[in-house]
């Protein structure tokens, strides 16, 4: 039986876990024979697992939190402190709930005689194949420290090129929101007590002014069922970017598009190598490494060409010949990389190739929002005209004839 604990530490501490167990006595015991005071020990129900549920629903674990999580543990493991004791240390101190269980569960299955990795792989939606690698490349070369600095250092990698595209895209995707839904309660609302205005006052409208009289009259009559297509057809759409057909094509869409077309490839090309020199850093086989980068690149077009290169090398050819035949990394990547295999420094080439498209991806992304404002402004300022020769203007003919 699986029983929930609280127990002070010879550090004065108090630690929240779990400990298999016959019976409530003998928990007890076993808690005292690690060094704590038990505090509380009661039998845990299926509500815990339902509750940790919901927590990873509600909260999750963001790159920025697992970051934090190696470079803590690595500090302490690197302080000659045990995994356990490290673990406890970390959970008890995280703010995340979600995080915390899952820490505390680790330790739990640790102290029962598992190892790091295969406890994290009780963990799929917070530790990637590729972190569960290198813990366990860590565990068999004996150097687990080092492993785990360099999952922190890629988590922080990670999360500073997460952070770049999310700002990059905030602007635009702000102004495009806020514009359609101020012009669609504009064209609902507003313009039809204009039509009224217009219609009592006879005069003669231009052809576009008629046409945004039409829409407004539709709009207002069926606002409702416009709304509820728009909402209809953006659920369809993200719906079908879910599925395997939908994420090839929103991921080959991504990269012909004007700008951001470069800025994605510039960025998967970096989460590749960056992703691969650390596998292989680790004491990684090259065909696994790149299976495992192949999952954690977030492309299912760079996806592809990964897996092939990985077949390649299993059946004894060379990467660079698979990426160097590939539309999508630059020559100059598999030149670099072929030189790399040649000279048996691949893990130093791949950092080189990533430090200079991690280069690329900041100059992009501090270049568009100088380029965009002014897209965004013409774009406002387009509809803002369109709304003033189709309303104001007859407005004011309709007052000068008044007069």
Partial sequence: MKFLFQAKGADGKVYDGRIDAISQSAA????????????????????????????????????????????????????????????RTIGGQSENTYLKSAIDGMADDIENGSSFSEAMGKYPPIFKELMIAMVRAGELSGNLQRSVEFLANNA???????????????????????????GFAVVSFVIPKL?????????QLPWYTQALMSLGSFMS????????????????????????????????????LPVFGNLY??????????????????????????TIVSEVVSSTTYEAVILRAADEVRSGGAMSNVLARSEYFPPIVSQMIKIGEESGKISEVLQNVSTFYTQETDRITRNLSTMLEPIMIIFLGGIVAVLVFSVFVPIYDMTSSIQ
């Fill in 265 to 290: 490839k510039y960025i998967y090309i970096s989460r590749f190598s960056d992703n691969l020199a650390v596998l292989l850093e680790g004491g990684i086989p090259i065909v696994r490494a790149l």
């Fill in 156 to 182: 922080e990698k990670n999360y500073e090129l997460n952070s770049k595209i999310k700002g990059a895209m905030f602007y635009p995707l702000f102004v495009l929101s806020f514009a359609t839904i101020i």
């Fill in 195 to 203: 039509t009224a205005v217009f219609n009592g006052a006879n005069v």
């Fill in 28 to 87: 007890v015991s076993m808690i005292r024979d690690k060094g704590m005071v038990p505090l509380s020990v009661e039998l845990a129900q299926a509500v815990p697992f339902m509750k940790m549920d919901l927590e990873r629903i509600w909260e999750g674990v963001s790159l920025r939190e697992l970051s934090v999580f190696f470079r803590q543990l690595a500090t302490l493991i690197g302080a000659k402190v045990s995994i356990v004791l490290s673990l």
């Fill in 221 to 256: 009559q069926y606002w409702p069922i416009v709304l509820i297509a728009m909402i209809a057809i953006i659920c369809g759409v993200i719906y079908y970017m879910k599925t395997e057909d939908g994420r090839r094509e929103w991921d080959m869409f991504k990269m012909k």
